[in-house]
């Protein structure tokens, strides 16, 4: 793995689909003023290319072939781009959040990215997350935490958040959905999710978001002074 500068950390984030992972880390890397890596988004996109391009998950060569060639840019705040092209309005439809699991559990897709997300985050301090963050691409992260949350409060949150998009949000079909992706992101042969040992678990069933998004910054401010020392 690359050396990283003088006072670099990361705030490596796991959790399960829903658990509030993305709006707390986007929350959390603002107020620390550093790099979101949102690694999700990552797999999301690559979902999204391979749908495009008409590939099914049994593809692997093909698949392989299209995400080694990509071209992944973070800007200051973790924007991502993938060959120029800013995916955030295609990676959130019902069409790729149904398919994603099956294509991020290709290991030569996990090849790829994993030194796309370590070069990334190197470069800076970061808050990266995901689901191996703290167990596979960062395990030397200063910071590691595990977002959890009931199965009824994660679905209810993501029909909020389809329906703040405009997309079509049923709440019987996003828990159904939310169980699926469970099952095959814990289930999967590599990089499945697990608790790092060395993880703190925030149970965000019964927090506010401002709650939960304090519980890491408190903790980051209190750690600072003897990283920079
Ligand atoms: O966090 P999310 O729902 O946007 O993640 C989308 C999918 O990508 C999810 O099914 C799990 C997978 N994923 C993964 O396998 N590894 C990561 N580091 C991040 C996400």
């Known amino acids: ?5 003088p006072g670099h950390y990361i705030v490596a984030i796991d959790g399960v689909s829903g658990s ?3 709006s707390t880390a986007k929350t959390v890397a603002a107020r620390l003023g550093i790099l979101h890596l949102d690694t999700g988004a990552m797999y999301r996109a690559v979902t999204f290319l391979a749908l495009e391009k008409g590939f099914s998950p049994v593809q692997t060569v093909e698949i392989a072939d299209m995400v080694e060639g990509l071209d992944w840019h973070a800007d200051a705040k ?3 781009t993938v060959d120029g ?3 955030s309005g295609n990676i959130r439809t019902s069409a790729v959040t149904a398919a994603v699991s099956d294509y991020a559990r290709i290991p030569e897709v996990r090849h790829a990215l994993v030194p ?3 070069r990334i985050g190197m470069r800076q301090p970061a808050v990266v997350e995901g689901r191996d963050m703290a167990t596979v691409v960062f395990p030397d992260a200063r910071f590691k935490f595990f977002m ?3 199965p009824e409060v994660r679905a209810e949150r993501r029909v909020r958040e389809l329906v703040s998009m405009n997309l079509p949000g049923d709440y019987a079909e996003v828990l159904k959905n939310l169980s699926e992706r469970d099952s095959k992101d814990s289930g999967r042969e590599h990089s499945p999710l697990v608790l790092a040992p ?4 925030i149970d965000t069933s019964g927090l506010t978001f401002e ?3 304090a519980i890491i910054v408190d903790h980051v401010l209190k750690s600072l002074p003897s990283l920079t020392k």
Do not use: C, I, N
């Open 198 to 201: 060395d993880a703190e678990v």
């Open 116 to 118: 796309v997300q370590r």
């Open 20 to 22: 509030g992972k993305s």
């Open 85 to 87: 092209r800013d995916l």
């Open 78 to 80: 973790g924007k991502l």
């Open 1 to 5: 793995m690359e050396k990283p500068p």
């Open 148 to 150: 959890d949350a009931s």
């Open 211 to 213: 709650g939960q998004v």
